[in-house]
């Protein structure tokens, strides 16, 4: 198993561009997060997904989208990018419990800065 | 919504010795997690420990869910272990589940 892929794994954007960011996981994971993390700080949640076709809010989600049409894949998409965006980005899976979700596996990041 | 703080923010520790890391949290939990993000960013799961002990190595955890904490022990530090350590905590959400993360310990072991 190649686990959680991330891509691309670094990318520079000018300001009001637009870009996804792609992730893949090859576990079968019912669950899947996609994460920033701010220099010097923790993750904090954008979007997750508990399974195809259903996607909700985590703590910052302004600025960004996503979808889930299928198990493996959960894109991540900026449509004006702001520099209040430049971040590394983690994106995570996991498996559903019936009381909870499972130990959770990130992808190797990505890193974003907006000029 | 939840509140996760570890404590202590920041640690340094001479080669060979030992540490306790601790994550408080502000309400009941299904389970939790400690990870270690390497120097490279990458982030590695260590435990996944919603109550009871459990010991990888020189790791181990200890969660007591009825006082919303839990403790990572690290005996006999290496300098491999440098990195940030992270407790991430899940929780139901209007039948959903959800993530948040303790804002880490910061670790350097030196020689």
């Known amino acids: 198993n190649a686990g959680v892929t991330q891509t691309p794994k670094f990318r520079i954007l000018k300001i009001g561009q637009s870009m996804t960011l792609q992730c893949t996981q090859d576990?079968?994971?019912?669950?899947m997060y996609w994460y920033r993390q701010d220099p010097g700080m923790g993750l904090k949640l954008i979007y997750y997904?508990?399974?195809?076709?259903?996607?909700d809010k985590g703590e910052v989600p302004n600025g960004y989208n996503v979808s889930r049409s299928t198990t493996e894949d959960f894109p991540l998409r900026l449509e004006l990018a702001a520099p209040s965006q430049t971040s590394v980005y983690f994106c995570?899976?996991?498996?559903?419990?019936?009381?909870?979700?499972?130990?959770?596996?990130f992808g190797p990041g990505t890193r974003l800065t907006v000029l | 919504g939840i509140q996760v703080e570890q404590s202590p923010p920041d640690l340094i520790l001479q080669e060979g010795a030992n540490s306790t890391l601790r994550c408080n949290f502000s309400?009941?939990?299904?389970?939790l997690q400690w990870f270690h993000q390497n120097p490279w960013g990458q982030l590695i799961n260590l435990f996944y420990?919603?109550?009871g002990t459990k010991q990888n190595g020189r790791l181990s955890a200890t969660t007591v869910a009825t006082e919303r904490y839990s403790l990572l022990y690290i005996s006999s530090s290496q300098t491999t272990d440098s990195g940030v350590y992270f407790c991430?905590?899940?929780?139901?959400?209007?039948?959903?589940?959800?993530?948040?993360f303790g804002t880490g310990t910061k670790l350097q072991v030196i020689p």
């Open positions: 576990m079968n994971h019912n669950y």
């Open positions: 309400d009941s939990v299904n389970n």
């Open positions: 420990i919603p109550s």
């Open positions: 991430a905590v899940h929780m139901n959400s209007g039948g959903y589940q959800k993530v948040t």
């Open positions: 997904s508990v399974g195809a076709g259903i996607t």
């Open positions: 995570a899976s996991s498996y559903r419990r019936d009381r909870g979700s499972d130990t959770q596996y």
